[in-house]
């Protein structure tokens, strides 16, 4: 299992270790609009709906890509979401860590943007070239509110962040019609369709203002319960995405998680995970804000009483 998600999946009294928005439980009662999954995220992006590919989800996806492009060597940005490494290195590719997507000099570059868990964002336009740029863009319209495709990239995107529902997702990649026939090839040798879900997309278009004003609305409200209750910790966050990183320089973040845990059943992801040492990931996307508050005077308790050093 990948070492992130063992983490995650342990029992906690207060879970703020995820990366997404809270799911909502039904959308049954939100205006729904008919016509093709397909063609409606074609008409969003501004591409044809051979541009087009359903997945289950965006994690599917980059493997699919990453198959049907593979190459000697993939140059990956850190930090980053480690299950990118994990399958590139999955695939017989050599990782090569570069600190910027500006430095890469590779056929093949792959990251997630706005990034996790930094939440750094830049322009996809700035570091095409004679490369193929593969983007995870799951977190952009937290950052973001333009759905646009550019053109000699590969762009993946999912539901399960910015659009979260429970128990219910679909992943999609946007690609040159050439590309999107060759990741079929694969897709259709490893996970074939049927792929369920696809009746979200006609859910989600007519209410995208309404997913950016609720997701909007939670996370202003965490985020200022967490800058207020900090008080040892340099929090790194780009506005509004769902998830910031509280950095304090040497730390042990894998050590400190445990101890927050174990003695106080608050759980945080240490950004060493995305290869960033000396952080702590915390989530901004439940509803109930105490969570925050209760898990930042934890935080605040652990390191005043010097039970972790």
Known sequence: MVEL?????????????????????????????????????????GVSKDNIIFTHGA?????????????????????TYPPIIDQARMLGMKVNFIESPLESKNKLLSLVNPNNPTGEYISIRDIIGNKL??????????????????????????????FSILDHKIGWIIADKENIRRIQVVRDLISP?????????NYIIPNIDYF????????????????????????????????????????????????????RGVLLT????????????ISLGHHNHELLIEAMRSLNELIESREFV
């Not at 049907?68 to 140059?75: G, H, R, S, T």
């Not at 967490?226 to 929090?235: R, W």
């Not at 995405?241 to 445990?258: N, Q």
């Not at 290869?275 to 702590?280: A, C, F, N, Q, R």
């Open 193 to 201: 369709p049927p792929i369920g879900g696809k009746w979200i997309i």
């Open 59 to 79: 994690q599917e996806a980059m493997f699919l890509v990453l198959a049907a492009f593979k190459q000697d060597v993939i140059d990956i940005p850190i930090p």
């Open 133 to 162: 740029v593969v983007v995870d863009e799951i977190f952009k319209p937290f950052v973001n509110k333009k759905f646009e495709y550019v053109s000699g990239t590969i762009l993946i995107m999912s539901t399960s962040k910015f």
């Open 270 to 281: 240490p950004t060493s995970y995305f290869y960033m040492p000396s952080g702590l990931r």
């Open 5 to 45: 998600f063992e983490w995650e999946e342990q029992e906690a009294n207060i879970n703020l270790s995820g990366s997404g928005m809270e799911p909502i439980a039904s959308i049954e009662e939100l205006e729904r609009t008919d016509g093709d999954p397909k063609e409606l995220l074609a008409d969003l992006y």
């Open 212 to 263: 950016y004003k609720r997701n909007l609305s939670i996370i202003k409200m965490n985020y200022s319960q967490l800058d207020k209750m900090n008080k040892y910790f340099h929090i790194i966050y780009n506005s509004f995405m769902p998830i910031a990183v509280l950095y304090r320089d040497g730390i042990d973040d894998k050590s400190l998680a445990e101890k927050l845990l174990q003695t």
